[in-house]
């Protein structure tokens, strides 16, 4: 069976070797948004599936990656963004296979001067 915890650190590990364009703010952690002029917010969110009577043999994990890019501009949030992006592009991570995107909200937040773009990769593993 495949725990949350070792999928998550799989996937923030490959994601924070393979990620270079700007500093990575890990959901749950402290991160200095005055000092930088763009990063991106990860967060990895999972659940794993199976039967727990008889049979836990059979098992499915689910979930999906959380990216968003934050920089002064909308054109450099979205330009790094895709760099994010590309890092996943036909990978498998711990048996897990990282699928559609979608584009979850765009804009502007005020109170860091920073425009953003926000993504979801759906991954799945069975």
């Known amino acids: 069976m495949i725990k ?6 799989s ?5 924070g070797e ?5 500093p990575i703010h890990y ?7 005055k000092s930088n ?14 039967d727990l009577g008889l049979d836990t043999s059979e098992t499915s994990h689910d979930g999906y990656i959380r990216i968003m890019s934050l920089a ?22 711990n048996g897990a296979y990282c699928g559609s995107i979608t584009i979850v909200d765009q804009g502007y937040i005020e109170d860091i ?6 993504l ?3 991954i799945s593993h069975i």
């Open 120 to 122: 979801e990769i759906k």
């Open 4 to 9: 949350i915890l070792d999928m998550k650190k």
């Open 27 to 33: 959901a749950g952690m402290k991160f200095d948004t």
């Open 72 to 93: 002064k501009t909308p054109f450099i949030a979205t330009q790094n963004a895709d760099t994010a992006l590309l890092v996943f592009k036909g990978v498998k991570i």
């Open 113 to 118: 001067d920073r425009s953003f773009i926000e």
């Open 18 to 22: 393979n990620y270079t364009a700007t």
């Open 11 to 15: 996937i923030e590990r490959y994601f």
């Open 37 to 50: 002029d763009a990063w991106v917010f990860f967060e990895y969110a999972g659940k794993s599936s199976g």
